[in-house]
């Protein structure tokens, strides 16, 4: 019924994510299809996966909804936490065509690693590089880290909305009002070669976050809307 890589519970237990995941999935498909979409720098995408073929596709965490809609049925592979409430996520996703690999920094990182490691071989990658738990537009190690290990390049993306509202979370998650006009901003592929040493790690550090960063300004005035001012 999913594809969760946690262990076996309980028919009941898993026929309540399922469904969860399954309503969940629904109407996510229903809102986003209800919003005005302007994709920026499309070709900058078409170009990336002509030149490297497989990529990261890396946003920040708050803004997840639109990369969810538009990456669905690529069968993208992402790295969700091995909690029960990301448990409902990896439902989600799965029944939007993505493939939950579990894991976090915290908890089953090193074999999560792995795993996305041995997907790069044949699928694309979809990180949040604040996630999951912050600090929020902060770019972790991990994701760079990733990059190295797979010898991938990474595509920064980001969205903005007309109106949305924003949860009370770390992240400030973000969910567009239905109608809205949204905008979607493809950057320039980042590379990150194998072996690299602490240096290359943290300036690539430094050009993920900064690139994301001013996505995220250029998708707002796309839609009308000031920069960002923390």
């Known amino acids: 019924m999913g594809t969760s890589d946690m262990p076996t519970r309980g028919l009941l ?12 999935a629904f109407v996510h498909l229903a809102w986003m299809s209800s919003l005005r979409w302007k994709l920026i720098d499309r070709e900058r995408y078409e170009e990336a996966r002509k030149r ?20 669905r049925n690529w069968g993208i592979r992402i790295l969700i936490s091995q909690s029960d409430d990301g448990e409902y ?6 029944h939007l065509g993505f493939k939950a690999v579990r894991g976090s920094a915290t908890r089953g990182g090193k074999a999560a690693l792995r795993k996305l490691i041995r997907a790069s ?9 604040d996630g999951p738990v912050g600090p929020r537009h902060r770019v972790r190690l991990g994701s760079v880290l990733l990059a190295e290990a797979t010898g991938l390049p990474i595509l920064p993306m980001a969205s903005a909305a007309r109106w949305c509202c924003r949860v009370g979370s770390w992240d400030r998650f973000e969910v567009p009002i239905p109608g809205s006009e949204i905008a979607v901003v493809a950057g ?14 943290r300036e690539v550090q430094v050009r993920l976050e ?19 001012t923390e």
């Not at 590379?191 to 240096?199: C, E, F, L, N, Q």
């Not at 995220?216 to 839609?223: C, F, I, K, P, S």
């Open 13 to 24: 237990q898993e026929l309540k994510y399922d469904l969860a995941g399954g309503v969940g």
């Open 52 to 71: 490297y073929g497989r990529l990261i596709f890396a946003f920040w965490h708050g803004q997840l909804l639109a990369p969810a809609y538009l990456g």
């Open 89 to 94: 996520i990896a439902r989600l996703v799965s």
């Open 121 to 129: 071989r044949r699928h694309d990658l979809g990180v949040t590089p």
């Open 188 to 201: 320039e592929p980042i590379v990150m070669s194998r072996g690299g040493k602490d240096g290359g790690r």
């Open 210 to 228: 900064a690139a994301l960063n001013a996505l995220t300004d250029r998708a707002r005035e796309a839609v009308g809307l000031p920069p960002e």
